[in-house]
């Protein structure tokens, strides 16, 4: 009934969220809320209209597989926390396909697939632009990328011949993604370390400001490095009280590519299907 409503909050709130963390490497609480609570809102009169409760069960349900999703991926240091309420907001707005199906999939299911592939592309793209601003990390990329070509091309023939065969044998076309996830995910690997020893950079503590993220765990005030987050006005006086120099990083703005990933979703489907169908 209100699927129009809810796929444009959804657009909305996640392309405001990724503008801000490009801006300010914080996602706002504020809009994730609005979304949750106008998902909410939407499923529970619809249930209330037409007596099925279904949507609004759904809603509740992918969102909150989506929220432990995020919840542990921020608790293991992966995302910052506005990601992950993010990514249960869309999964409340959207838990299933407000027109005809795009996929064979269910949204949320075609939405979390094309999540790891935007990502990966949003993140090599984003590493190689921060990788420019810094001659030395540009350096040891250019350094490793020699290195891998060495150690990976023999390893990325061998790939091939064996995909090869196998799709002789089995005519599955998906093989020949495999070669790719084989040589490509090592060399990713590589290029992430590499850039996210970059981000790290001691300061004066008096340079320190709010939402700037710790780079370097301080137990005595119960912060640690692996949550992902901006730090706050507090936090910010009481590590300036302590300390004389302090390590800050930065990191890839990732919730934009949440904002893609759905974009895609809501107009093919999920990319793992679609480009297996052109192979």
Known sequence: ??????????LVGSIACGIWDLKTTNVPDSVCAVMIAAGLLFFGVEGWMTGDWTGLMMSLIAGGLFAAFGLGMYLTGQWGGGDGELL???????????FAAKSIFSLP??????????AAIYTIAYAALYARKKPKLLSAIRRDVKADGRVFAPLAVGAVVAVAVLWTMSGAAWLFLLPIAIVGLPILYRLLKNVEDGFYERIPTSKLKPDDMLGEDIPRLGLSKRHIRGLTVAEVKKIKKLKSFVVIRDGVRFTPSLAIALVITLLIGDLATFIISYI
């Open 1 to 10: 009934m209100f699927e129009l409503i809810r796929v444009a909050i959804a």
């Open 109 to 118: 299911i075609a939405f979390f697939v094309n999540v790891f592939f935007v």
């Open 88 to 98: 249960a907001a869309i999964g409340i707005l959207l838990p299933m396909w407000p």
